[in-house]
């Protein structure tokens, strides 16, 4: 790897630093909580080969997203920073798509945990549908990597608004459940995912809609798929002008940080599920018998 370019003049050193920095301590936040949850009789909702499952899940998408920190690229392009066959299009594709279908099933275990503890069946059915729409997005992430079509990214990313927005109204369902902090780890995520949204309808999809308008007015050449296929695998264009990560360094800052703490905090959510009762507001508690109860009741009746 030539580090030639990594001097104090160049910001791209600073933002490849601070990558690099927020990565190392994600994957630290992620061994602490594997030591402390592997075995604990703490753990999630059917014990410990469910938290071991969900340790895995974050796992993925931490290390993911820390290989991705460290070796940035971006795909439709085919630039990156290092000259290495890691920087190949082909690896960190598939790489990004293995840590984003785990994140998203994280999402879809935290909510079904969530929704049957409270008996909100309109959450457990909105996290049947994050995992579809987010393989549906990775499909047209693919196929604008190998045609090299800024449309389908401004869709992808579309998609992945979609699956976010059924999360929050999903969690929103959850608010008149709990009090204390569950309450308020609700509201944080909440705002997160609207500041997430709105950072996607106002940056991200119109970023990708313009370069899309800009590549049909330049005449660019777009590329079948057995052509994008080869063109994925062996070339890949080492810059470090600022100029052409512009538009990549925002969305990576947040996505390599924010994202994954969410992805942690999803993980420590669900290996806390034996505490998560005592924080049920006290209404929706009377409101929604246990089955021991309704047993009882039955049995009682003439």
């Not at 790489?95 to 279908?101: L, N, R």
């Not at 503890?117 to 693919?142: K, R």
């Not at 999360?167 to 902090?181: D, H, Q, T, V, Y």
């Not at 002008?241 to 993980?267: P, R």
Request: charged residues 10%.
């Amino acid at each position: 790897m030539n580090l030639v370019w990594q001097g104090r003049s160049n910001p791209l050193t600073w933002w490849w630093g601070f990558l690099t920095l927020v990565s190392g301590a994600n994957i630290a936040a992620w061994f602490v909580l594997y030591r402390e949850f592997q075995n604990s009789p703490l753990g999630g909702a059917s014990g410990p080969a469910d938290t071991q499952s969900m340790l895995l899940l974050c796992a993925a998408y931490v290390f993911g997203c820390a290989f991705r920190s460290v070796l940035p690229r971006a795909d439709v392009q085919r630039i990156c920073l290092f000259n290495t066959w890691l920087s190949s299009v082909m690896i960190g594709r598939t790489v990004a798509t293995i840590a984003e279908v785990c994140f998203a099933a994280q999402w879809v275990i935290i909510m079904g945990q969530l929704g049957r503890m409270t008996g909100a069946g309109s959450t457990v059915n909105a996290s049947l549908a994050i995992l579809p729409l987010i393989v549906i997005a990775e499909c047209f992430s693919w196929y604008a990597v190998l045609t090299r079509n800024f449309l389908l990214n401004a869709i992808e990313n579309s998609l992945w608004a979609v699956a976010f927005f059924i999360i929050a109204i999903g969690l929103c369902r959850l608010l008149p459940e709990f009090n204390g902090p569950v309450r308020v780890a609700l509201v944080i995520a909440i705002v997160g995912i609207a500041g997430y949204l709105a950072f996607l309808v106002t940056i991200d999809v119109p970023m990708y809609l313009s370069r899309w308008r800009a590549g049909l007015a330049e005449g660019s050449k777009l590329l079948g798929i057995i052509e994008g296929l080869r063109d994925v695998s062996t070339r890949w264009v080492v810059t470090h002008d600022i100029e052409h990560w512009k538009g990549e360094i925002a969305w990576m800052s947040l996505y390599f940080s924010a994202a994954v703490w969410a992805s942690l905090a999803l993980c420590v959510v669900y290996t806390l599920d034996s505490h998560l009762p005592q924080y049920r507001t006290e209404a929706a508690a009377m409101s929604r018998p246990v089955a021991g109860d309704l047993q009882r009741v039955a049995i009682r009746a003439p």
